[in-house]
């Protein structure tokens, strides 16, 4: 894929941000490099792999 930059000048005033997701970037300004990476504060042990069991919908 090619694709051309053309810099020109950015004005942030206010940046507001209410929540992030998982897997979630948030560039403003050039970036030449990004590098990914993953860390997870959960024990390995609460890990549950199994069968997904549906949730049945409300009879009313």
Known sequence: MNFSVVNRELN?????????????????????????????????ESLIIGPFVPLAPEVG
């Open 12 to 44: 942030v005033g206010h940046i507001d941000i209410v929540a992030v997701s998982s897997s979630s970037v948030f560039l403003v300004g050039d970036t030449r490099t990004i590098t990914l990476s993953s860390s997870f504060d959960t024990p390995p």
